[in-house]
């Protein structure tokens, strides 16, 4: 049983069925990246994933469980959590703050002992503080916890946001764009994080344009066009898959790079 299955998952906007019986699984500690032309479907197919968005068809299994179309926050608390395309972070609230806001989305029923300020949530308060220090290191930013987040460099961000996915304790990461408007050194960090993270056992989804880094760091390539699966497999095979050059290229260039090998 993979850690993570999406069976057979379907959706339609008016005419146009944007994902099209797309199945794949992922295994914990894998980082499996779905790639595609624009258009193709990858962030309807995330948003389906995520709970954003209720699937027409299909199902997607975690840990053995039916979770299909959960809400993104019953979804944290079962173990998936989620970075966003657009950045998701409070700019006015330091980067400590920002990383404590995520523990708070796993819990329930503590709000009226935090307003009261009982001992319990003092306690509660601290070890969360505590933890958020913990995640900064690991992302590089242990050092920023007390400034305004509105400060950070643009990678910083990236990897503060991936910081409070952390705070969920996820067995799945999903992370959407997670280089988007990143220059090299920075691509290259959140690289490192990523690789990190699933070392330590999280099973990783990835949506990502940046085609150098899908190719240097997924175990396993799915590739969607127009809606439909059209290859999955390593990064080596995927990349010379005439298919997915047809799909990224035009057929000519795809017929022209068959006749090349
Ligand atoms: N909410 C929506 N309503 C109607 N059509 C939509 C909606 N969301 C996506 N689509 C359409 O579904 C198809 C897939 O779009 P999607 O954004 O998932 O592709 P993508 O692979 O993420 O593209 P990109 O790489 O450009 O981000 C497109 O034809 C898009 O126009």
Do not use: W
């Amino acid at each position: 049983m993979s850690l993570l299955s999406i069976e057979g998952l379907g959706i339609a906007f008016g005419g146009l069925r944007a994902v099209d019986d797309v199945s794949f699984s992922i295994e914990k500690g894998e980082i499996v990246s779905v790639i595609g032309p624009n258009g193709a479907g990858k962030t309807t197919l995330f948003n389906m994933i995520s709970g954003v968005y209720r699937p027409k068809s299909g199902r997607v299994m975690l840990d053995g469980t039916d979770v299909t179309a959960l809400s993104p926050h019953l979804l944290a608390r079962r173990g998936m959590s989620r970075t966003f395309q657009n950045l998701q972070i409070f700019q006015a609230m330091t980067v400590q703050e920002n990383v404590i806001a995520g523990f708070h989305l796993k819990e329930s029923g503590s709000l009226i002992a935090d307003l009261l300020a009982l001992p319990s949530s003092r306690r509660r308060a601290r070890m969360a503080a505590q933890e958020a220090l913990a995640l900064l290191d690991r992302v590089g930013l242990a050092r920023a916890a007390s400034q305004e987040a509105a400060s950070l460099s643009y990678g910083a961000l990236k990897r503060l946001e991936i910081a409070r996915a952390l705070a969920l304790n996820p067995k799945v990461l999903l992370l959407d764009e997670p280089a988007a408007g990143c220059n090299a050194v920075e691509t290259e960090e959140i690289d490192h994080l990523i690789a990190e993270v699933a070392k330590s056992g999280v099973a990783i989804l990835l949506v990502e344009h940046d085609m150098k880094m899908v190719m240097r760091i997924s175990n396993h390539v799915v590739v969607l066009d127009h809606g439909v699966k059209i290859a999955e497999g390593d990064p080596a095979s995927v990349g010379k898959n005439p298919k997915v050059i047809a799909a990224y290229l035009g057929k000519q260039a795809a017929e022209d790079a068959h006749a090349d090998s």
